[in-house]
């Protein structure tokens, strides 16, 4: 702004010369200017000088010709020594010795209870690096850059030391790859003011005691009780249940309410017991085969879940454990959805009373892809949580694999998390006290800053990667070492002792007691709340026990449509869209009016609107669903005009009514497993939620096939976790080639079984509009599959007309529609899912098969038995089926489905199949063979019956 106004002033720019040489003349003779000049110079004498006088100004020109002479003359030299200049130049050196251990001390610092390797040496670090010697040690320096003392000096001496203890102990930080100075300068406070060095009173270091005894004591009661079982240890990591204890008091201190934990089965037993407080008793009769068997699958002791509440300072603490497969870190993403859910339902935008927890282990942090994929979506708008406190059991190996060559490519096991800045603090697991001050550390700055940070507990596996493993037989080494390790406990126990902090009885009486708890099968967490209940508690009791077939009354009344998409239509005066986008507007209002039949983005469009107007809070995610990959959608509009990349848009479904449900819609980061966790995440913990993924394209959902297989597909049967999750999933062939046509739908149907989940393929718009309300107007949830079509988006075949919106339901199965057959004449129904509908009508018509008429199964799982035999009952003359398909044999659901229609046909009929051959890529990448694959399954249709015939 002052360059603007020094460049259009008359006093500035160009006139600026002009102006002073008036001046000048004007102090040297006031008659010499003109009057309007003068008077304006005589009112610059009545302002004060700078000095506060009231000298009148002298000429300017004498006094500048004066300086520059004397400059000539090198008469403004500063004499320096060069005394002088070596001072200034030790001191910018020992600066640069600062800044190393802040960089780089972390790999000096003394991480490995096992200490099987020498501290590396590291140049960087020693003064002499910086052309220091012992002689400067006792020199005095500027330490005004650093938080070891109040005094703006030190020696040499006492800032190596200074440095060593706080960045070289048993704590390694790792924060200057942090861009933000103000996060930067507050680890750096954090830190150094105290040396990285706690001082915990007696009691609370008693209390750190008791966490590590209960750890031990649980690992060794199980180990000699159930001798051979799996557990999966956490003895050498003990120092974790203590941090897990510190983090959960320090999150409600701080304002949190709820904590959802992810982790593996490392330490999940003791999580169990001695963090939420499950009964020993219950952890027991799981050992001992006891436990009720409820589920129809069930899942191993240390998968299970588990939730709690837990009395804290800042009040109750609500604690989810998650349930979690054996894919190790696959979980990751699945708490963060829960947690965002969670925030939702609060209205807590920061994540200040919802915190994330993610345990990993070393090889599988550093080792598995979702990791990356997880950390990538932590600061994007649609699934922030406000900061994941993530801690490593760094045990230093992966079942069988410790040697560093072949571990992982990177110094560290936690260097992922520096593509998102996340500051680590790496800590030697004998040093308990160490721990639990990085936890309190890592809970104020993630509190602080909303963002990741990682605590690296650096300790060790003292069994084999289960009890049933015998692990010297591949690291001879490393378990001699672990062998001689006294534990954890002992080695704080007995620094406490040392120390007068404990009497020398003291530690192992804690053992005796937890020992009698464990005998008695009482709590080991004190105190659990056994009656509090969160007003955000969600009761999935409605859901439970529903059966597919409850009806649902999804038909709007004629009114509500045309409301809903008079506001769905209607956008600001001064906006505008692109031309393209204006005319998707524009038939969408005529579609409202009933002038013209509505398509499929119309018929989606009134589902979320329904939905959200009914109080039903609607979440889209996937990669450009805003648009829509094929741009049928166009939820998100865009102002061609804006000037600003985030100003300009608008969202139609978030303008329905005052007292709407939110409408989120989100263009997702460009990955599949992590987004689909997150959202499965969300889907569990909301129920009254329409939350959906959809794929860019539905080849692509095989990326995420772990969280199909191990949470939608069976996370009922194992766990009894009910959830609704919807998937859009493109599909359809069109000749785009092997990975754009096909959403292996043969998958999800081998995957069916128990009702598991809903498997559709709608061909019309109402279709889309009935089984979108379907889902959460129905007291049913289940995942909900559905292979959508790309063509079919704008195929006017699959438009509906009005009146199908205002009336009926979603149609499980859709018979013949074609009046002009005659059902006594019918002698063979071509069976058919999906777009396949179109073609085959095409092809009836082009051979004038009237004997033939064309059932769409529209719910392929489970299959709709009543609704399908009511269709068949039609034809009292049917000999034969035709499956017809467009996916080669051994795809599609062609395995699947004959089953079901075998079960529905009378005594003599046949059974065939259409489709392209068996293949083992899900589409041809040649147009000409395409098109010639197609013409030949739509023949095979309506021709006599060939290959495998299934008789009944």
């Not at 979690?324 to 990751?332: F, R, T």
Request: hydrophobic fraction near 35%; proline fraction near 5%; charged fraction near 25%.
């Amino acid at each position: 702004m002052m360059q603007q106004f020094r460049s259009n002033s008359y006093l500035f720019g160009g006139n600026a010369p002009y102006v002073e040489e008036l001046y000048e003349a004007y102090l040297d003779n006031p008659g010499s200017v003109p009057d309007n000049w003068r008077a304006y110079f005589d009112a610059l004498q009545n302002v004060p000088a700078t000095d506060g006088t009231d000298h009148r100004d002298v000429a300017h020109a004498p006094v500048v010709e004066s300086f520059a002479q004397r400059a000539k003359a090198n008469a403004f030299m500063v004499k320096t020594s060069s005394a002088d200049l070596a001072v200034a130049r030790k001191q910018v050196h020992v600066q640069s010795l600062i800044a190393a251990y802040r960089f780089l001390g972390s790999r000096w610092a003394d991480l490995d209870p096992l200490k099987r390797q020498e501290r590396p040496k590291i140049p960087e670090l020693e003064p002499a690096f910086y052309d220091l010697s012992e002689s400067d040690m006792d020199i005095t320096f500027s330490a005004t850059n650093t938080y070891f003392t109040k005094a703006e000096h030190m020696t040499l001496r006492e800032i190596v030391q200074a440095l060593r203890e706080t960045y070289c102990g048993s704590i390694g930080a790792e924060f200057m790859h942090i861009t933000d100075p103000g996060e930067k300068r507050w680890w750096q406070e954090r830190l150094e003011s105290i040396r990285s060095k706690p001082t915990f009173s007696a009691e609370k270091k008693k209390h750190i005691l008791e966490r590590l005894t209960a750890a031990e004591g649980l690992e060794r009661f199980l180990h000699t009780k159930y001798v051979g079982q799996k557990r999966f240890s956490l003895e050498g990591g003990e120092s974790f249940i203590a941090s897990m204890d510190e983090l959960i008091q320090r999150a409600g201190e701080s304002g949190v309410q709820e904590i959802v934990i992810g982790m593996a089965h490392r330490g999940r037993l003791n999580v169990l017991v001695n963090t939420l407080g499950k009964q020993p008793k219950d952890l027991f009769s799981e050992f001992e085969h006891t436990a009720p068997e409820h589920l129809p699958a069930g899942d191993v002791k240390y998968h299970q879940g588990f939730s709690s509440d837990v009395s804290t300072a800042g009040g109750p603490v609500h604690l989810s454990l998650s349930f979690n497969p054996s894919h190790l870190e696959i979980v990751n993403p699945v708490i963060e959805g829960s947690v965002k859910a969670r925030m939702d339902r609060r209205g807590d935008t920061k994540g200040s009373q919802v915190l994330p927890v993610q345990v990993h282990g070393d090889a599988a942090f550093a080792g598995q892809g979702v990791v990356m994929e997880t950390l990538a979506l932590a600061q994007t708008r649609g699934y922030y949580t406000g900061g994941t406190v993530h801690i490593v059991i760094n045990n230093q190996i992966g079942f069988t694999t410790s040697d560093p060559r072949d571990t992982r490519s990177t110094l560290y096991c936690s260097d992922v998390v520096k593509m998102i800045e996340a500051p680590v603090l790496h800590v030697n697991g004998d040093d308990p006290e160490a721990v639990v001050l990085c936890t309190q550390l890592a809970m104020d700055y993630r509190q602080q800053f909303n963002k990741d940070v990682v605590v690296d507990i650096v300790c060790f596996r003292k069994l084999g990667h289960n009890e049933q493993d015998t692990p010297a037989m591949t690291q001879p080494l490393m378990y001699k070492k672990i062998g001689q390790h006294p534990g954890t406990r002992k080695v704080y126990g007995d620094r406490l002792v040392a120390g007068g902090s404990m009497p020398a009885d003291g530690p192992d009486q804690l053992v005796k007691e937890y020992r009698a708890a464990m005998e008695a099968g009482k709590h080991t967490v004190d105190p659990v709340l056994t009656n509090f209940k969160s007003k955000y508690a969600v009761d999935w009791t409605p859901f439970l026990n529903k059966k597919w077939t409850d009806s649902a009354d999804t038909a709007l009344p004629l009114a509500e449509f045309r409301r809903l998409a008079e506001r769905i239509t209607t956008i600001p005066a001064n906006f505008k869209p692109h031309p393209l986008v204006q005319k998707v507007i524009d038939d969408r209002a005529a579609m409202g009016r009933g002038e013209i039949n509505v398509d499929w983005g119309m018929g989606e469009h009134m589902a979320f609107a329904s939905l959200v107007a009914s109080g039903y809070p609607v979440r889209l995610s996937g990669e450009d669903c805003g648009r829509g990959t094929f741009t049928h959608r166009h939820a998100v509009l865009h102002d061609q005009n804006r000037e600003k990349f985030d100003e300009g848009t608008f969202v139609p479904l978030q303008h329905i009514g005052e007292n709407q449900a939110p409408f989120v819609v989100i263009d997702s980061i460009l990955s599949e497993e992590a987004v689909l966790g997150f959202e499965y995440g969300y889907a569990g913990s909301d129920p009254n939620s329409l939350v959906i993924w959809e794929a860019q394209f539905g080849d692509f959902v095989n990326g995420a096939q772990v969280v199909i297989d191990q949470f939608i597909a069976s996370g009922e049967v194992k766990w009894g976790r009910a959830n609704g999750l919807t998937l859009m999933l493109p599909h359809g062939y069109e000749g785009q080639g092997p990975e754009h046509s096909s959403a292996r739908l043969e998958r999800f149907m081998q995957l069916a079984a128990d009702n598991n989940m809903q498997i559709v393929q709608p061909t019309s718009a109402s279709q889309i509009f009935h089984v979108l309300r379907r889902q959460m107007v129905r007291q049913f949830r289940k995942p909900l599959v559905l292979m959508t079509p790309k063509s079919l988006l704008r195929n006017k075949d699959a438009t509906s007309p009005l009146n199908e919106f205002t009336r009926g339901e979603f149609r499980t199965v859709i018979g013949e529609v074609d009046e002009s057959i005659d059902n006594s004449k019918v002698k063979r129904v071509v069976c058919c899912s999906g777009k396949v509908y179109y073609d085959l009508v095409k092809k009836r018509a082009e051979k004038k098969a009237t004997d033939t008429a064309i059932i769409r199964v529209e719910q392929l799982y489970p299959f709709p038995h009543k609704a399908f035999a009511a269709e068949l009952k039609k034809y009292p003359n049917l000999a034969e089926f035709v499956w017809c398909q467009d996916e080669p044999q051994n795809q599609g659901a062609w395995f699947f489905v004959q089953h079901y229609i075998h079960e529905n046909m009378a005594d003599g009929q046949k059974l065939g199949y259409a489709g392209r051959p068996a293949s083992a890529s899900p589409a041809v990448g040649y147009a000409h063979l395409h098109q010639d694959q197609q013409k030949a399954l739509l023949d095979q249709a309506f021709a006599k019956l060939k290959g495998f015939v299934l008789n009944k």
